[in-house]
């Protein structure tokens, strides 16, 4: 019996050497090993393919005799980070194959744990070329299609225009907006900035639309485009998801998730804020709101169709809470924003309160004479009771509330 279970062990170990063998050699990336001093130790076959060289060719190699001569200056520092620091670096390099033309290629690498064996970084490299030559006109279309630097474009700039963007509200359109948050998920793979989705549904537009027609409809919806549009940054994208819904991208908020959302609440707010004033159709005012939903993502592996399914989610969550709401995908999310929020709404009221308190700190020479004192601001909540100046100088300072209470310290 005992045999048999040995016979059985070592028949599994087999098929899963096997497999991880298989999927080493045939994986549609290139493995590779490299020593101390930057040589090939070892490389799966699309490696040296990739590299223009049978494997027997390759290993001995620098590898830095393959990375185009532009990019030699990234490599060696990515190199020594990565021999300095127990790190993962991911950079796209512009890679030079012998006997082939260069190609744009992802590397991603990583040190490995001390071993035996004289491979000191792993890297995995993947080629670029066939995905860039398939979003090339696709950048191009983007670029002509900024709409804060709009330029007459000719027939087939036309055309792209006609296919990436709304025909109403000129806004991206979703074919256009999928590919930007596929850039926005690229462009965490290679920084682990958080971004944000924003889904903004308006309230009650059904209700325009049967009243007042569908004219008036449109000119709400270009009219709100507008408006959100001057709510975001520059490098943000906003476009229409179709009807009455549309869809902001928040790139590069910052590593830390709390602090992501928090950045996504404030913009969530002033798009709020943006849409509280009447709108002037035909000669007469209308009074609109919108419900919110947003989720934050720092997952380079999460599909978009995921994303804008959680943010659509989250947008539900505020229609029922009474609509003109904001909510964030996710109870922990969202009690940490509310936090925020309540903390917020209480420091406002903590200066004119007469809640904020001076303590002064002595300050001696070295006879033990006072000739000076520290002042630390403190804050007596009037439920969580003494609170140090670090757990709220912060929000003072993004709501700009710290002028106020900087001067009320000096006076």
């Known amino acids: 019996m005992q045999n048999e279970q040995l016979r059985l062990t070592q028949t599994a170990l087999e098929e899963s050497r096997d497999l991880y063998a298989d999927l080493y050699e045939f994986a ?7 020593t101390g001093d930057g040589r090939v130790a070892r ?8 590299l223009g060289l049978a494997r027997k060719d390759l290993l001995g190699r620098r ?11 990234r490599w060696r520092r990515l190199f020594t980070a990565l021999k300095t620091a127990d790190a993962r670096l991911i950079d796209e390099l512009e890679l030079q194959p012998v006997g082939a033309a260069a190609f744009p290629a992802e590397v991603d690498a990583q040190r490995k744990a001390a071993t035996d064996d004289a491979g000191v970084v792993r890297l995995v490299l993947i080629d670029l070329s066939t995905r860039k030559a398939a979003t090339r006109e696709r950048r191009v279309a983007a670029v002509a299609l900024t709409l804060q630097d709009r330029r007459a474009v000719g027939d087939e700039g036309n055309a792209w225009e006609q296919a990436l963007t709304d025909p109403l509200t000129r806004l991206p359109n979703r074919r256009l907006m999928m590919d930007r948050l596929h850039h926005a998920l690229v462009g965490i793979s290679r920084s682990t900035q958080c971004c944000a989705l924003l889904f903004i549904d308006l309230d009650k537009f059904k209700a325009l639309n049967d009243t007042l027609g569908h004219e008036l409809g449109d000119e709400l919806l270009r009219q709100v485009a507008q408006r ?19 869809v902001v991208i928040l790139e590069k908020l910052g590593e830390c998730p709390d602090q992501a959302a928090i950045q996504a609440q404030g913009v969530g707010e002033k ?9 002037r159709l035909d000669g007469h005012d209308y009074l609109g709101s919108a419900s919110i939903g947003a989720t934050v993502f720092n997952d380079p592996h999460v599909p978009p169709d995921e994303l804008l399914k959680r943010a659509d989610m989250a947008m539900y969550e505020a229609k029922a809470a009474g609509r003109n709401a904001l909510r964030f995908f996710g109870p922990a999310m969202q009690a940490t924003v509310a936090a925020r929020a309540a903390l917020e709404a209480d420091l ?3 200066l004119p309160g ?8 002595g300050q001696t020479d070295d006879a033990g004479r006072i000739h000076g004192a520290e002042v630390l601001l403190r804050w007596q909540h009037p ?9 709220f100088i912060r929000v003072a300072e993004e709501t700009g509330l710290l002028v106020a209470i900087g001067q009320w310290v000096l006076e």
């Open 348 to 350: 406002r009221r903590a």
């Open 43 to 50: 490389s799966n076959h699309v490696g040296a393919t990739l």
């Open 271 to 279: 798009i709020a804020a943006a849409l509280d004033p009447p709108f």
């Open 28 to 34: 549609p990336v290139g493995y590779l090993t490299l």
């Open 383 to 391: 439920q969580r009771g003494l609170m140090s100046s670090a757990a």
């Open 63 to 73: 590898f830095d005799q393959f990375v185009a001569p532009a990019c030699a200056g």
């Open 228 to 246: 959100l549009l001057s709510c975001v940054r520059e490098g943000d994208t906003v476009a229409r998801q179709g009807g009455d819904e549309f």
């Open 354 to 361: 007469g809640q904020l308190q001076c303590h002064f700190q």
